[in-house]
């Protein structure tokens, strides 16, 4: 299938620092990616969905000036955590949906954990 | 998107058939269904979708009933790396996420 990559697949971060996690489509261009987040024995929890180009759309209950999401180009997209506090740790997890007319299928990316000390 | 019933765990012997099942009766006409599978710590990674008629790839069946309102997904032959949650999705646009079922694969 095709493939997205999340860099860095993990980081710590001091608490009250920004942190940036990269989220690409490495074979297929990607006109819309959604970003997940996943606490430990929980289920993955849409945070927003960000079509290139375009400002994203965040879900109820998700800070869009805390989380910050880039998607400049078909196959990068951003998500910074702005003023990181220690119940931000948690596995953020990326999805690329490719272009075409369609029901395109989506693909997940591994996966970043983040640590806030 | 329409809500999805899964059964919150199941077990199957390795080599035998896992057979996974997922209720969906409020779905509508242009929803898919999409099965996902997560191992631990790991991204969720695809195996099927389908919208009404029955799909196959190389990974698994996907058997949806003639109303759409239930689903089942069919692991031919499943082996121990098949443990993981399966998540059953119905969805128009963004996949939002249930709480799956954990399949354990047992020798």
């Known amino acids: 299938g095709a493939v997205v990559s999340q860099h860095p697949s993990r980081v710590i971060c001091k608490s009250g620092t920004s942190v940036k996690i990269e989220c690409r489509s490495l074979d297929f261009q990607a006109t819309t990616m959604f970003w997940y987040r996943q606490f430990p024995k929980q289920s993955l ?73 | 998107d329409a809500k999805t019933t899964q059964p919150p765990s199941m077990d199957c012997a390795e080599g035998r058939a896992a057979n996974l099942p997922c209720n969906h009766s409020t779905i509508s006409g242009n929803e898919y269904v999409y099965w996902y599978r997560q191992i631990h710590s790991q991204g969720p990674q695809y195996i099927i979708h389908g919208l009404k008629n029955n799909e196959t790839n190389e990974m698994a069946s996907l058997i949806i009933t003639e109303d759409r309102k239930s689903s089942t997904l069919i692991l031919p032959h499943a082996t121990l790396r098949d443990t993981a949650v399966y998540y059953c999705i119905v969805s128009g646009y963004a996949l939002n996420f249930g709480k799956g079922t954990s399949l354990l694969v047992t020798p």
């Open chain 1, 45 to 117: 929890m849409l945070m927003a969905t960000s079509n290139e180009g375009s400002k994203a759309t965040y879900e109820q209950g998700v800070e869009k000036d805390k989380f910050l999401i880039n998607h400049a180009s078909l196959t990068l997209s951003t998500l910074t955590v702005t003023s990181a506090h220690p119940e931000d740790s948690s596995f953020y997890i990326c999805s690329a949906e490719g272009a075409g007319g369609s029901r395109n299928t989506i693909y997940f990316g591994e996966g970043s954990w983040l640590t806030v000390v």
